[in-house]
């Protein structure tokens, strides 16, 4: 909601109306304190019945029942409590991607931390240019805008730091087994319910700006997938057998997102190195990495403070930071 | 064929690792050897120890010698080709150099084509951030130095570009 007098009336009341859930506001009072009309505060409550909020509405008060499962603003901005991360929020109904828009209003000098959401995308890219489902309503599509003073080499990074962040937010929210599956994908139960796209802005040393987004399968039924991913796809609600909140999800890993970008800006990884570990689906495994005509393979040992994956094999151990990767069973 | 001269040839041998250095001019002739004296794969009681010796020899002829080039250290090492006006696009990362920003689409710039400054010319992408390099200068690409998913390090030259074109 933004803009109209209409809305920021409705903001108003919402915000007045919610502190008490489930207790009748007269309208009477409101329209006083408020200095409005009655039939503003009508027009207003229609406004936020239309976006989703349950009220009751009597001849004499109003009820704040519930909030909308919705990535509006307003439910994201409330009570967020971050500093940074969020500060500014762009909601969007369906757009192509969030990250281009994000790409373009860091472009326009949109200050670090401003998000971008929308509830559907309908060109939603992962890696390469790949489309990665997105129908309406069920996932959370975010990108949010970075400018860091670092250097260009320490951006990949970023992509395990929010595989962190939104592992631990997930774990919150499914009793399933949330993996991170390095570098860019979320694991529940062994199938991918969220990626990450992380896209750099540099000129020559210095970054211009850092789009870190991300899809969450949050409310996706499995016939919600096409065929060909319904046995690699999965969500919360797959996992958890009934919904869970997206408002809620998203201001979670917002939260995390902003405490670990924090650290991430002291000494990268260095502090959050272990539980990466911990969540890392690859950690012992044998694997193979393709990246164009070239393979290595090895056990994965650790993963370093840069993100890197270390590869033993022969006793020699190497870091990696491209490629596709498959576990190899033995 | 002055003693600053000789000095400074003295100088230039014991930066490098060559063993001897001959020159002459105007029929004067120098030449500067030295002992690499010790190796470090050795005891390792001493280090390596560089001893110049110079050697000085008038000749008699009054031919006068063509002056001698002065190897260059590895260092000063010339270009293979002339690309002294050329532009370099360079790597600001380890990663893996993508030519086009998917594998169904075209290059993002192909050889000879005419680029202008801020185009994106190719991708490199580390734990999957994907880092769209752009050129610095508007010209030509002279010279493709990379292959298509190919793991490159930090500052690694991936294009030539020629600002004249």
Known sequence: ?330 | MNEKYIKKLIRLVEESDIESLEVSSWGRKVRITQRLSASSNGSGDSPAVLQPIVTATSTTTSEPAPPAVVPPTPAEAPPVEDTGRQVAVKSPMVGTFYAAPSPEANPYVSLNEKITVGQVVCIVEAMKLMNEIESEVSGRVAKILVENAQPVEFGQELFLIDPAG
């Open chain 1, 1 to 330: 909601m933004n803009n109209s007098h209409l809305e920021k009336l409705a903001d108003t009341i919402l915000s007045r109306i919610r502190r008490r859930p489930g207790r009748p506001v007269s309208i009477k009072s409101l329209s006083r304190s408020l200095k409005i009309e009655a039939g503003e505060i009508r027009a207003a409550l229609t406004v936020l019945k239309t976006l989703g909020y349950k009220i009751r509405h009597r001849k004499e008060t109003i009820t704040f029942v519930a909030a909308p499962d919705s990535l509006i603003d307003t439910e994201i901005a409330y009570q967020l409590a971050t500093k940074v991360i969020g500060r500014r929020i762009r909601a969007y109904r369906s757009v192509k991607s969030t990250n281009d828009i994000a790409a373009q209003m860091a472009q326009g000098g949109e200050p670090e931390g401003t998000i971008v959401t929308a509830e559907a995308q309908t060109a939603g890219r992962g890696r390469l240019g790949r489309v990665w489902h997105s129908p309406a309503g069920s996932g959370v599509y975010v990108s949010i805008i970075l400018k860091p003073s670092f250097k260009p080499d320490l951006a990949p990074g970023l992509a395990i730091m929010t595989a962190l962040a939104l592992a631990e937010a997930m774990t919150v929210f499914t009793k399933g087994e949330v993996k991170i599956k390095w570098p860019n994908d979320i694991l529940i139960g062994g199938r991918k319910a969220a990626g990450i796209l992380t896209e750099l802005s540099a000129e020559k040393n210095k970054v211009e700006h850092v789009i870190v987004g991300v899809g969450i399968n949050v409310n996706h039924r499995s016939e919600d997938f096409p065929a060909e991913l319904q046995k690699i796809a999965t969500s919360l609600r797959i996992a958890n057998r009934r919904k869970a909140s997206r408002i809620n999800l998203l201001k979670q890993f917002l939260r995390n997102f902003e405490k670990e970008y924090r650290r991430y800006q002291k000494g990268q990884l260095a502090t959050s190195r272990k539980r990466v570990l911990r969540f890392s689906s690859l950690l012992g495994e044998n694997v193979e990495l393709r990246f164009g005509n070239k393979t290595v393979s090895g056990r994965v040992v650790d993963i370093d403070a840069t993100g890197a994956l270390i590869i033993e094999k022969d006793g020699i151990r190497r870091p990696v930071t491209s490629g596709e990767v498959s576990v190899v069973k033995a």
